[in-house]
């Protein structure tokens, strides 16, 4: 599955920031990749998935995620590639082939990747999780606890890819977010002011007492971002 209109986009804005010796070495990156699609698995790692893990020493960490999509997009890694990627890979990677699933996989074989990120606490990696894949194949029980996911963290509800779509008129999610709203006003902690928005969205109106008015919330600090 590809989505060649954001992956040209990707490139050219690349080229149009990386310095010489950076657009060289993707270059020479995305030809290794290219060339071993559909090549069986080695015990040897093969020579792009290197590449793929120096892409922040090698173009930045400003731009290590696009570079390992492009990577990863010009390999045509499959699911078990990239579950291999992740399950190896340090936090800036693991980001990266999060952020690569709508490109990747067509059907829901990747959703374990997005139910581990979604169980850390690491902010960056649970906004990656709940991006466009999360929006087409999470079932409507864990979408909903995505969400909550994100308040839970502070990460921005901008996150979640086709919020308004699938928050709206979601009954149980109101319930869910009414009652977290609750348990955070009984505790004496304020309630984070992006439940508001998802609230509105549901079309349905929670108990107004459990609802305090809106006060931003402290994101978590997560994992640090590694190369």
Not at 98 to 114: C, F, T, Y
Request: with cysteine.
């Amino acid at each position: 599955m590809t989505q060649a209109p954001v992956i040209d986009d990707l490139r050219t804005r690349l080229d149009a920031t990386l310095g010489g010796a950076a657009r060289a070495w993707l270059d020479q990156a995305t030809a290794e990749a290219a060339a071993h699609r559909g090549r069986p698995a080695r015990s040897q790692t093969p020579t792009w998935e290197l590449r793929f893990a120096e892409a922040g020493r090698r173009c930045g960490q400003d731009h290590a995620d696009a570079v390992r999509v492009l990577l990863l997009h010009a390999a045509e890694a499959d699911p078990a590639t990239l579950a291999r990627l992740y399950g190896q890979g340090t936090a800036a990677e693991r980001r990266a082939v999060l952020l690569a699933l709508p490109h990747l996989v067509r059907g829901p074989e990747a959703l374990p990747l997005v139910a581990d990120a979604l169980r850390t606490n690491d902010t960056r990696l649970v906004a990656a999780a709940v991006g466009p894949y999360a929006a087409r194949h999470l079932t409507p029980h864990d979408w909903r606890h995505a969400v909550l996911k994100c308040l839970f963290t502070g990460v921005p509800v901008d996150a979640v890819a086709e919020l308004d779509r699938r928050a709206t008129d979601d009954a149980e999610l109101a319930r869910m977010l009414g009652d977290y709203a609750g348990e955070r006003t009984a505790a004496g902690r304020t309630v984070p002011g992006d439940l508001h928005r998802v609230l509105a969205l549901t079309a349905t109106a929670a108990p107004s007492a459990a609802v305090a008015a809106p006060a931003p919330a402290t994101p978590s600090t997560g994992e640090e971002q590694e190369s």
